[in-house]
């Protein structure tokens, strides 16, 4: 059972809201990450990165490269905006353990 599009985009922008009041570090450690797309150049080198934080229903994510809080229930879609801060500290937050991958 799908919600409505308000709920929707009041649930990213709460994530968004909790994202921006918080240390990234403690986010991400404290909270479930289901998938991570790392996204990078020919050279390997970081660019981006896609982190899926809630699914089967609905699908979340947080996209760095789209700086949004994205989220897909069926065939409903919301998306609330993430500022520039934000998106850097996820950035390097990520970056650092890709490059602990190599």
Do not use: Q
């Not at 065939?75 to 996820?90: K, R």
Request: with cysteine; glycine share 2%; proline share 1%.
């Amino acid at each position: 059972m799908s919600c409505s599009e308000e709920e929707n985009i009041n649930r990213c922008k709460s994530i968004a809201e909790e994202l921006e009041e918080t240390d990234i570090y403690s986010y991400f450690s404290e909270n479930e990450i289901y998938n991570i797309e790392y996204r990078v150049d020919e050279k390997k080198e970081f660019k981006s990165v896609e982190i899926m934080i809630a699914c089967g229903g609905p699908n979340i994510y947080i996209d760095t490269d789209r700086k949004e809080v994205l989220l897909y229930w069926w065939s409903d879609e919301a998306e609330y905006g993430l500022s520039d801060e934000v998106c850097n500290s996820i950035n390097s937050y990520f970056e650092d353990l890709y490059n602990s991958i190599e």
